[in-house]
């Protein structure tokens, strides 16, 4: 393969991943620039007493030009700075920081009610100039990227903003005093400010007219500040127990290790997109030399069948199994082109045993998921079991594709995603294929009263038992085995995807394994991919089963991992 010279950005980050893991401190500043952080840090101090001397504007534009470089969530930059120099307004504060401090006082035991009263707690009438820090909340929750999880994303911002003006102040030799003894409606109303827009305090700002050599606090005897070591836990909090687990994903080395092979091609990093994203996956797993797979196939009928929530006959099921043995099937000529081989699995096919196919069926009585669980809880971890085997052996190829044949699944996977996602019924049943709307309703109704007659279950075995089907406890299986063994899992569509779900639930170190192969049109399949945390690399609105999202997934990695060994590399 050819070598050529790095094509350097003209902006960005000019380094390459060879150089950052040559010298991986090189990002640092010197030592004496480090010391003197540290020094700030630790010289940091919550001033109340000033200097009526003022403060220069091109220190004030300083001081706040550092707020405003602090970190913020979805880089929404939600603070607002009301700088206050008018007499009138800093008088006003100061009675409503007067009328708080004894009413906190009033809340204590009488004691610490005197010694809170002998603690001089502000300045609003000291400082020449006061801060008041405002977070501005009235974009959505949602459309801030982080806020989603973490609501409360934006005022941490703000705090951050406030720490940056707290060191910049303290290294210009300026005082700084964070003021919280105020009710928040009354500071927004002096202040007027709009609906939406709250505040962190007041800051009083000025040269100091004290220079304490330690926190005032802990010189009065309120408190101390605590040994490092009494904050600090490891992993868990202290005392908790860590949840069993027999997997581990790739270590953080070979992770990073395949992105650093991505950085030496002659292309811009990540150029292939989500491919790339998932060819430094199989890498990771130590699976970058891999050219070909398995595609297990897992079939089965279902009782449900007899509500009518499928627009075809269950013997669908037997035939298209008996085609995929014979190697004519859509899901299995689709292998057979993509380089792969095909392990088809009878998981419970009406009719008997299917010749050829490899047995994993369920010994006890099945269900009609309204009535009475899908099967027994021996069964459902016999399947898991035979799965998990078969998932092993598959697994030594480096790649194995997840495909499941059954009439009415995709009733069972709503019903089952209800169970494992913790959703309404109304999120997760959709038309499956060639349905209507009639049928439709009907499939809503059957997965409503299965998931009330289940009720709440307490693991991923449990749902698999009350709501699943055997040919998705077989490839929950299929997924751990496989993933014991760190070959990559392509997962199909929804029915598929849910078996992988439960396989991460089981252990989560499964998901590292995962490539999500296609996003079906079935309702709810989006919101299982969310849950598993992979983004898929095929949009193309299947509707075949049989593993052939997967298929053709597993096909278009297999040549982004020929890419990744064959291309022309840089020469750094």
């Known amino acids: 393969m050819s070598v050529h010279p790095r094509p350097v950005p003209l902006i960005g980050d000019p380094t390459a991943a060879s150089e950052r893991a040559a010298d991986p401190t090189g990002w640092a500043f010197d030592p004496a620039d480090r010391d003197a952080l540290h020094r700030v840090l630790a010289a940091r101090r919550d001033v109340r007493r000033y200097r009526p001397d003022p403060v220069p504007a091109d220190v004030l534009e300083r001081v706040l030009t550092a707020a405003h470089t602090a970190p913020s969530v979805g880089h929404s930059q939600p603070w607002r700075f009301v700088v206050v120099t008018d007499p009138n307004v800093r008088d006003r504060a100061a009675v409503l920081t007067d009328r708080e401090r004894l009413r906190q006082a009033a809340q204590l035991e009488p004691d610490a009610a005197r010694r809170l009263l002998d603690l001089k707690l502000e300045g609003v009438r000291d400082a020449p100039l006061g801060v008041v820090v405002c977070c501005d909340r009235r974009a959505p929750a949602a459309g801030v990227l982080g806020r989603a999880t973490y609501p409360d994303a934006d005022l941490w911002s703000c705090a951050a903003a406030i720490q940056n003006l707290w060191l910049a102040a303290r290294a210009e030799g300026l005082g700084l005093g964070w003021v919280t003894l105020f009710r928040p409606a009354d500071l927004a109303e002096l202040l007027g400010l709009p609906d939406g827009v709250e505040t962190l305090g007041w800051l009083c700002l000025g040269w100091p007219d004290e220079r304490p050599p330690a926190p005032g606090l802990e010189r009065a005897g309120w408190s101390q500040r605590l040994p490092l070591a009494d904050v600090l836990m490891t992993d868990r909090w202290a005392g908790a127990a860590p949840p069993p687990s027999a997997l581990r994903g790739p270590d953080q080395p070979d992770v990073v290790a395949a992105r650093d092979g991505g950085d030496r091609l002659l292309t811009p990093p990540g150029s292939l997109g989500v491919l790339d994203a998932a060819v430094d996956r199989a890498v990771a797993?130590?699976?970058?030399?891999?050219?070909?797979g398995v595609l297990v196939l897992a079939a089965a009928d279902h009782p449900v069948t007899v509500h009518g929530v499928s627009a075809f006959d269950p013997r669908v099921t037997r035939d298209v199994t008996e085609a995929a043995v014979a190697g004519t099937a859509v899901g299995?000529?689709?292998?057979?082109?993509?380089?792969?081989?095909?392990?088809?699995?009878?998981?419970?096919?009406?009719?008997?045993?299917?010749?050829?196919?490899?047995?994993?069926?369920?010994?006890?009585?099945?269900?009609?998921?309204?009535?009475?669980?899908?099967?027994?809880?021996?069964?459902?971890?016999?399947?898991?079991?035979?799965?998990?085997?078969?998932?092993?052996?598959?697994?030594?190829?480096?790649?194995?594709?997840l495909g499941e044949v059954g009439v009415a699944n995709t009733t069972v996977a709503a019903a089952l995603a209800c169970a494992l996602l913790h959703v309404e019924p109304?999120?997760?049943?959709?038309?499956?294929?060639?349905?209507?709307?009639?049928?439709?309703?009907?499939?809503a109704a059957v997965v409503t009263a299965a998931v009330a007659r289940a009720g709440v279950v307490p693991d991923p075995l449990t749902a698999l038992a009350q709501l699943g089907?055997?040919?998705?406890?077989?490839?929950?299986?299929?997924?751990?085995?496989?993933?014991?063994?760190?070959?990559?899992?392509?997962?199909?569509?929804?029915?598929?995807?849910?078996?992988?779900?439960?396989?991460?639930?089981?252990?989560?170190?499964?998901?590292?394994?995962?490539?999500?192969?296609?996003?079906?049109?079935?309702?709810?399949?989006?919101?299982?991919?969310?849950?598993?945390?992979?983004?898929?690399?095929?949009?193309?609105?299947?509707?075949?089963?049989?593993?052939?999202?997967?298929?053709?997934?597993?096909?278009?990695?297999?040549?982004?991992?020929?890419?990744?060994?064959?291309?022309?590399?840089?020469?750094?």
């Open 332 to 401: 299995v000529t689709t292998a057979r082109g993509a380089g792969l081989t095909a392990v088809v699995v009878d998981a419970g096919v009406a009719g008997g045993p299917v010749p050829g196919a490899v047995g994993a069926r369920p010994a006890g009585p099945r269900g009609d998921l309204v009535g009475s669980p899908a099967m027994t809880a021996e069964d459902t971890t016999a399947l898991v079991e035979a799965g998990r085997a078969l998932g092993r052996e598959a697994g030594a190829s480096g790649l194995v594709a």
């Open 469 to 572: 089907g055997p040919e998705l406890a077989v490839l929950a299986g299929v997924a751990l085995g496989a993933a014991e063994v760190r070959a990559v899992v392509v997962v199909d569509g929804f029915a598929a995807s849910l078996a992988a779900l439960a396989a991460v639930q089981l252990e989560p170190a499964v998901q590292a394994s995962l490539v999500a192969g296609q996003r079906s049109r079935e309702r709810g399949h989006d919101l299982v991919l969310q849950a598993l945390g992979c983004e898929p690399l095929l949009d193309l609105r299947l509707r075949a089963g049989e593993g052939v999202g997967a298929v053709l997934a597993a096909s278009l990695l297999l040549q982004g991992l020929a890419v990744r060994r064959t291309a022309a590399r840089v020469d750094r």
């Open 426 to 443: 109304a999120a997760v049943v959709g038309l499956g294929s060639g349905a209507d709307s009639a049928m439709l309703a009907r499939k």
């Open 285 to 292: 797993l130590g699976r970058g030399g891999v050219t070909g």
